[in-house]
């Protein structure tokens, strides 16, 4: 599955990095894509492997803002 996630609080190459590798360390998480202009992250995933809820929580621990 591929899905665009509207995140909040992203600002610089720092943010950009953080949520890539964090996302790319997640089973099951194929591709990572940040766009910090636009506040999204475009994720691929395997949806049989790990859940969107999954991936957001992951986000947000990081500390940035998921507009679900």
């Known amino acids: 599955m591929e899905v665009v996630i509207n995140v ?7 943010c950009e990095k953080a949520v890539t590798a964090a996302l790319r360390q997640l089973t099951g998480v194929k591709n990572v894509e940040v766009n910090i202009a636009e506040g999204e992250v475009d994720v691929n995933y395997d949806n049989d492997t790990v859940s969107l ?16």
Do not use: N, P, T, W
């Not at 999954?54 to 998921?66: F, K, M, R, S």
């Open 8 to 14: 909040q609080g992203m600002s610089c190459k720092h």
């Open 53 to 68: 809820d999954h991936i957001c929580d992951e986000i947000e621990a990081l500390g940035y803002d998921v507009v679900r």
